[in-house]
């Protein structure tokens, strides 16, 4: 067996290393250099190179992102687990980092609206979205439900990281994202997830790795 | 472009018609009927059925897991994404979910020990380890150094979740786990992380789909 006592300890350089990795193993060749250092941390974020080939970003998606955190804009975020996924030291502007899943009005809303918990949450974002970064990383009926509230006149966020992961819905939502035309990093297809939807954050956050 | 009103919003029938895919699609063979709860909800939570190659569980450790968080044993995570994914109302005894990364005495127990936060949180894991769930998602160095500490004879808890994802020590770690006959459910190679690793914890709390 490994010998448990010989593995590296030092964070930073299991950081470089990983990095490291990354940048041998995967093939980066359909991405800008900004897009490129967010698909890097994607890939760290799940250990597959093999995702490169799920990746979209719509033109201008990863600079819009880096200006709307510059400019102190929120994260909306419809999951806890994305939301505590984001390094806050990362942040530029000590941005905000909200999921309203837990808000009281949440269960009533879904059940007025028919829909789930996540996807009534996003009626709450409404103040806080124009010019937002949107981080989805759980629930199709979220990414659905905001496309649905854009499409009838609510503020348009900075950029969509449209990353739910599932088999009901999650190839779905991403597709009509990309179909929307508005500015977005999607992850196509069942995978993706919380990991990924804060590693997205964490790039568009700081281009430090 | 999909027609984005005609998804389903149902939470109910999104969980139901989820697993039901998932059994139609995965290959299932190699678990028993108590293992193949939990592989369906790591596949429920990564969006992929071939996840199934790469777990592994020894033998009686679901039932060890489940009959500990029935007895009210606590949780052990070592990351907070882990500990947020954890669903508190699928608990079988309001058990502890502890993520002790922001304990003040981390930094320093890390610079003493010339180890990362995460290893070193898991020495303020010791008074809650006997017998305890320990889900370990993101640091293969958490998952080393505890292995370093039951070697030198702290107490064993009732199952480790090992599933640190990521390419410098996450293969190396589960390994580690896997031969140091512990109980063990464990994602081998580079792929894991806090939402699987959040899945399994939740389907040794409840049978529940």
Request: charged share 15%; aromatic share 4%; net charge neutral.
């Amino acid at each position: 067996m490994p010998d448990p006592t010989a593995y590296i300890r030092d964070g930073a350089e299991i950081y470089r290393q990983s990095f490291a990795t990354i940048r041998r193993e995967a093939d980066l060749s359909a991405f800008s250099a900004d897009e490129e250092g967010v698909a890097v941390r994607i890939i760290h974020a799940c250990g597959m190179v093999e995702i490169t080939e799920a990746l979209a970003f719509t033109t201008g998606a990863v600079a819009a992102g880096r200006a709307a955190l510059a400019a102190g804009k929120p994260i909306l975020c419809d999951a806890k687990m994305v939301a505590y996924g984001v390094t806050r030291a990362r942040l530029p502007a000590q941005n905000q980092v909200l999921c309203l899943l837990d808000d009281p009005q949440v269960p009533g809303l879904a059940a007025q609206a028919g829909t789930t918990r996540s996807a009534a949450a996003v009626d709450l974002w409404l103040p806080h979205l124009d010019g937002a970064v949107v981080a989805i990383g759980n629930a199709p009926t979220a990414l659905f439900h905001l496309l649905d509230r854009i499409a009838a006149g609510a503020p348009r966020p900075a950029v969509i990281l449209g990353m739910p992961v599932g088999f009901i819905g999650a190839a779905e939502s991403k597709e009509a994202l990309l179909a929307s035309g508005l500015p977005a990093l999607v992850v196509r297809g069942r995978r993706g997830g919380s990991a990924m939807a804060a590693a997205a954050v964490n790039a568009l956050a700081s281009t430090a790795e």
